[in-house]
């Protein structure tokens, strides 16, 4: 009996294959060309649709995007989203990728791990600065950017002293002389003296002391610190020495200020350490 059961199986499956083929077959087109699949050609040589002789047909990948951290709550409910990556050889057949997929900003710290020498620029407003980058024309700020031996092209920021002017004039007679000096902070402290002033980090400070150099070179070989983006500010002052200072300066090329009153801003500049490093040949 099952050996009957499943020949009558066999048989009624064979009876509708047959039918359901002939009822396919009134629907199509006898003049038509019988349908032949053709096999993916992956071996080098010409392509259909114009592609270049020695082509690969290659898939376009597919990227998962991660919704961002503060929309999750929005987007939880709805499905991910997906954009297609350009495969390698597009981007070597048309060059680099459009300046939407360029690196934004807000990765370019993660940038300079890769390229010390990447210049990012200081877009940060400064209440006692004004921005001279695009009009470096001034005669204090090419004194400070021919000593750093760079272009204006290579700085990350140029400043002009715009804050209230010290009292230091009256520091020029009895024996006082004015002197254009360099002065290099540590890097954390950079945003709260171009803000505050050189008074602002007196606060809290027993001995309070700044270091000035008669030579940007000397500067830096004092102190390096550099920012997360590898930019190191030097700012150009003039600063008015007592006698004995003055000899200090002459003997030692720098000189230990107590009285930020004696000193006044003009200028600063940002540069990458290792771009204002190489110049200097350090």
Same mark, same amino acid.
């Given at each position: 009996?099952?050996?009957?059961?499943?020949?009558?199986?066999?048989?009624? @499956?064979?009876?509708?294959?047959?039918?359901?083929?002939?009822?396919?077959?009134?629907?199509?087109?006898?003049? !038509?060309?019988?349908?032949?699949?053709?096999?993916?050609?992956? $071996?080098?040589?010409?392509?259909?649709?114009?592609?270049?002789?020695?082509?690969?047909?290659?898939?376009?990948?597919?990227?998962?995007?991660?919704? @961002?951290?503060?929309?999750?709550?929005?987007?939880?409910?709805?499905?991910?989203?997906?954009?297609?990556?350009? &495969?390698?050889?597009? $981007?070597?057949?048309?060059?680099?990728?459009?300046?939407?997929?360029?690196?934004?900003?807000? #990765?370019?710290?993660?940038? =300079?791990?890769?390229? &010390?020498?990447?210049?990012? &620029?200081?877009?940060?407003?400064?209440?006692?600065?004004?921005?001279?980058?695009?009009? &470096?024309?001034? !005669?204090?700020?090419?004194?400070?950017?021919?000593?750093?031996?760079?272009?204006?092209?290579?700085?990350?920021?140029?400043?002009?002293?715009?804050?209230?002017?010290?009292?230091?004039?009256? @520091?020029?007679?009895?024996?006082?002389?004015?002197? $254009?000096?360099?002065?290099?902070?540590?890097?954390?402290?950079?945003?709260?003296?171009?803000?505050?002033?050189?008074? !602002?980090?007196?606060?809290?400070?027993?001995?309070?002391?700044?270091?000035?150099?008669?030579?940007?070179? #000397?500067?830096?070989?004092?102190?390096?610190?550099?920012?997360?983006?590898?930019?190191?500010?030097?700012?150009?002052?003039?600063?008015?020495?007592?006698?004995?200072?003055?000899?200090?300066?002459?003997?030692?090329?720098?000189? %230990?200020? $107590?009285?930020? =009153?004696?000193?006044?801003?003009? =200028? !600063?500049?940002?540069? %990458?350490?290792?771009?204002?490093?190489?110049?200097?040949?350090?």
């Amino acid at each position: 009996q099952q050996q009957q059961q499943q020949q009558q199986q066999q048989y009624a @499956h064979q009876q509708g294959v047959s039918l359901g083929l002939e009822e396919e077959s009134k629907g199509m087109d006898p003049e !038509a060309p019988e349908f032949k699949p053709q096999p993916i050609n992956n $071996t080098p040589g010409p392509q259909p649709g114009g592609a270049p002789y020695g082509a690969v047909a290659q898939p376009m990948c597919v990227q998962h995007v991660e919704p @961002h951290p503060h929309h999750q709550t929005l987007q939880s409910n709805q499905p991910p989203r997906y954009v297609q990556s350009v &495969p390698p050889d597009v $981007t070597a057949a048309f060059g680099s990728l459009p300046p939407s997929s360029r690196i934004p900003a807000s #990765r370019l710290s993660n940038q =300079t791990k890769n390229n &010390p020498m990447s210049i990012v &620029p200081i877009n940060k407003s400064f209440k006692n600065w004004e921005s001279a980058i695009d009009d &470096p024309d001034e !005669a204090d700020i090419e004194i400070l950017v021919d000593e750093c031996q760079v272009e204006v092209s290579q700085c990350s920021g140029l400043w002009m002293y715009s804050g209230p002017k010290a009292q230091n004039k009256r @520091h020029t007679s009895n024996g006082y002389k004015a002197e $254009t000096l360099y002065y290099v902070p540590e890097a954390d402290d950079v945003e709260e003296i171009m803000d505050n002033g050189l008074q !602002a980090m007196c606060d809290g400070m027993m001995n309070p002391s700044f270091p000035f150099f008669d030579s940007v070179r #000397r500067a830096i070989q004092f102190n390096s610190d550099a920012d997360e983006n590898n930019n190191i500010t030097v700012f150009f002052c003039e600063v008015s020495l007592d006698q004995n200072q003055q000899k200090t300066l002459l003997q030692k090329h720098e000189v %230990n200020v $107590t009285d930020v =009153t004696k000193i006044e801003f003009l =200028t !600063a500049a940002a540069v %990458n350490v290792h771009i204002l490093r190489n110049a200097l040949k350090l």
